[in-house]
């Protein structure tokens, strides 16, 4: 027999799989189950995109794209950048389109981080930065931020965390889980931390369009300085509900693109071509959709916020993406404790707030992407939940 664990990567084998995709798959598995765990979109990718990805497909235009992506693509995200956030890219240098989002986050880390290079990794976030800065052989360290500072990252707060080892800071803004924003004079402060220590900045941009000030989101890009020390990352996922096309997009400086192209050509090739076509009519057509999109969430958050209120729960009121992160401190369970007595004694799914590391512990993350009556329903059984959590301690 072979000892499959002295053949397989180590790193990679004592990296924890993903919280997220833990509750989703128990999910799957039981009948009945509101599910409001996972950040999909319950829109329908737009029609006109959709239709101009079936024309592609009938005229036969499935070839391979350069590894980079169509040009004529790359120049659409180099105008949308031009026009939302005053930042001009290089379409042919400085802009690589990629399998999601996700995969611009991986080939950024891989392309810049060494073994022994520190990241620091503002927390609660997304589950995938730290697994590959490790898988890298880097050290990734928690940027903890807090409930009462409405989970921002602060000037004083990454003064404090950076080394003589720190090469990056993982800004992940909105914040997946929290839904917390940072403003054009929060993200002043950090560049001047930023550029006086001389790091570089991977900052995750995927749910820019998706907050709900009148100003809208800042891109610390846009910054003075912070363009050639940034890398960007955005998709087409969240913005224009197109989860399962699988498409995004990394910008900044071409030392740095080049180097993650070329990783990309060797694990990739190319992003879907299809779905590359069809991203170019989103970016040329899909303003409206856009704001339709971002109305509904609006009313979601208020309302899925003020639900967990009104049932006993302190809700921090998200101000980007589309997830709120209330406490169940109040309960006495831990945060997975929770999730898993939850989805079993009332078939809702939640995702622990640990999964975002551990300081989401005392917290859940709760996706507002579903029908009103999904969250209306879901809000009401936790309810429920909750009283007979407070009968069994009176008991």
């Given amino acids: 027999?072979?000892?499959?664990?002295?053949?397989?990567?180590?790193?990679?084998?004592?990296?924890?799989?993903?919280?997220?995709?833990?509750?989703?798959?128990?999910?799957?598995?039981?009948?009945?189950v509101i599910s409001l765990g996972v950040g999909e979109p319950d829109f329908k990718t737009p029609w006109h995109i959709r239709q101009y990805g079936i024309d592609c497909l009938e005229q036969g235009r499935t070839r391979y794209t350069s590894n980079a992506g169509l040009i004529e693509l790359r120049n659409e995200i180099s105008n949308y950048y031009a026009r939302k956030y005053l930042i001009k890219y290089n379409p042919e240098s400085e802009i690589l389109v990629t399998v999601g989002g996700s995969?611009?986050?991986?080939?950024?880390?891989?392309?810049?981080?060494?073994?022994?290079?520190?990241?620091?990794?503002?927390?609660p976030?997304?589950?995938?930065?730290?697994?590959?800065v490790e898988v890298c052989g880097g050290i990734a360290m928690p940027l903890v931020t807090k409930e009462e500072n409405e989970f921002k990252l602060t000037a004083d707060g990454l003064k404090a965390a950076i080394n003589e080892n720190t090469k990056l800071l993982v800004l992940p803004y909105p914040n997946n889980p929290t839904g917390a924003i940072l403003s054009e004079s929060e993200l002043k402060e950090?560049?001047?931390?930023?550029?006086?220590?001389?790091i570089l900045v991977l900052s995750d941009e995927i749910y820019c369009e998706l907050t709900y000030l009148p100003e809208g989101h800042t891109s610390i890009a846009s910054i003075n300085g912070m363009q050639e020390r940034c890398v960007v990352i955005n998709g087409f996922s969240k913005t224009y509900s197109m989860t399962g096309w699988r498409l995004g997009y990394a910008l900044g400086p071409a030392p740095i693109i080049k180097q993650m192209t070329k990783l990309h050509q060797f694990a990739i090739m190319s992003a879907p071509t299809n779905s590359q076509f069809a991203a170019i009519d989103a970016l040329k057509n899909g303003d409206n959709d856009i704001k339709k999109m971002k109305e509904d969430y609006d009313m979601r958050r208020r309302f899925t916020v003020d639900g967990f209120r009104?049932?006993?729960l302190d809700c921090f009121e998200p101000l980007g993406a589309f997830?709120?992160?209330?406490?169940?401190?109040?309960?006495?369970?831990?945060?997975?404790?929770?999730?898993?007595?939850?989805?079993?004694?009332?078939?809702?799914?939640?995702?622990?707030?640990?999964?975002?590391?551990?300081?989401?512990?005392?917290?859940?993350?709760?996706?507002?992407?579903?029908?009103?009556?999904?969250?209306?329903?879901?809000?009401?059984?936790?309810?429920?939940?909750?009283?007979?959590?407070?009968?069994?301690?009176?008991?």
Wanted: with cysteine; charged share 30%.
């Fill in 103 to 123: 995969e611009g986050i991986d080939m950024a880390i891989r392309a810049l981080i060494e073994k022994g290079d520190e990241v620091l990794i503002v927390e």
């Fill in 190 to 198: 950090l560049a001047k931390v930023i550029i006086e220590n001389d």
């Fill in 125 to 132: 976030s997304f589950v995938c930065y730290k697994p590959i």
């Fill in 323 to 395: 997830y709120v992160f209330p406490s169940i401190k109040s309960t006495g369970l831990s945060s997975e404790e929770f999730c898993e007595r939850l989805i079993k004694s009332k078939r809702v799914a939640v995702v622990p707030g640990d999964a975002f590391g551990e300081c989401g512990e005392g917290y859940i993350r709760v996706s507002y992407c579903y029908s009103i009556d999904n969250i209306r329903e879901a809000i009401r059984l936790i309810g429920e939940f909750v009283e007979e959590l407070k009968n069994e301690s009176k008991d």
């Fill in 1 to 32: 027999m072979i000892n499959y664990d002295k053949k397989l990567n180590k790193s990679l084998s004592d990296i924890k799989p993903s919280g997220i995709r833990k509750f989703f798959s128990i999910a799957e598995e039981m009948d009945n």
């Fill in 310 to 312: 009104k049932i006993g």
